[in-house]
């Protein structure tokens, strides 16, 4: 059968109880992805949040963070690239091998 609303898509829970519609994860397979697959970046265990135009990842203190495979994602497809951000560093910083509290990634 086919031709459901949510036949060519996945639907994501998000941390405050949202869902998100997004594609499915053969369209991202091989990549990194925000969703599917993400990248070995500082925040990637972090709460993804929808901000409505950019994927974030929400660090311990708060702050919404530009997740970096959707931004380069963005980069690679010519969608307007959005990372301004207020920031703490979290996004710029390891956390895994300092029980949690973040270092600056060398």
Known sequence: MGGGLFDDCDLVGLHNGDLLQTHPATR?????????????????????????????????????????????????????????????GCCRRRQSDTGGNPEPTP
């Open 28 to 88: 991202c397979a091989g990549q990194f992805c925000s969703i599917h697959n993400p990248s070995d970046h500082p925040l990637n265990t972090r709460p993804l949040n929808w901000r409505g135009w950019v994927m974030e990842r929400t660090c311990p203190h708060g702050f919404g963070h530009p997740d970096p495979d959707d931004t380069a994602w963005r980069r690679r497809t010519g969608r307007p690239v959005r990372s301004a951000h207020d920031c703490d």
